[in-house]
């Protein structure tokens, strides 16, 4: 398996698939299946059984389903959807943007 250069909180771009060219925040990454859920991306509609012990009304629900991490790119700041490079800083290890060299962190919530 490789290593992921998206992380929690970062802003990506959908590349392919039917929700080609929304953006959005990562909420989860699910690295032994190579997926990330965005935000606002990939929306099903999904069918929920009423569940009164968990104050649970049931009908349907929609939610974000996982995107293959292929399918998004990494957004900059400065430049739009990047591919991701690394950088030591002094004993650290940082995420890079390929295009303009800037430092790449994600939002911290």
């Known amino acids: 398996m490789s290593s992921l250069n998206i992380q929690r909180n970062d802003t990506v771009e959908v590349v392919a698939g039917r929700d080609k060219g929304k953006r959005g925040r ?28 968990k104050n649970i009304q049931g009908g349907i629900a929609e939610q974000e389903a996982p995107v293959h991490i292929s399918n998004v790119m990494l957004v900059c700041g400065n430049c739009g959807p990047v591919r991701v490079g690394y950088r030591m800083e002094g004993d650290k290890k940082v995420r890079v943007c390929k295009k303009c060299g800037q430092v790449l962190e994600p939002k911290r919530k």
């Open 26 to 53: 990562v909420l989860r990454v699910i690295a032994d299946k190579d997926r990330v859920l965005v935000e606002h991306v990939m929306v099903i509609k999904k069918n929920v059984r009423p569940n009164p012990a």
